[in-house]
């Protein structure tokens, strides 16, 4: 059981310092887990707190790959909406 940071991370220090396992550590170019570390908060918080305080929908991943905050999750604009106006803004 271990969750991962991927290279979306901009490191804004959020995640580090609430992680109750000291699992997170700084790496270039990114924020990384050690997996040897990582409880997953299990048995000291309900949620992950790196998930809880990261500001990146999609840079924080479960040991199944998938986004603890998936696209669209933070803003509340669906991902293909998002697509649309990111479109619409380059075309301008």
Do not use: R, W
């Amino acid at each position: 059981m271990a969750l991962k940071i991927i290279e979306s991370c901009v490191n804004c220090f959020a995640c580090e310092p609430l992680c109750p396992s000291k699992a997170i550590y700084e790496a270039k170019p990114h924020f990384l887990i050690d997996p040897k570390k990582c409880t997953e908060c299990e048995g000291d918080f309900s949620v992950p707190q790196c998930a809880s305080i990261c500001p990146i929908e999609g840079a924080i991943l479960d040991m199944f790959g998938e986004a603890l905050n998936p696209p669209g999750s933070l803003t509340g604009i669906p991902p293909e909406k998002m697509a649309e106006a990111m479109a619409e803004l380059q075309a301008h």
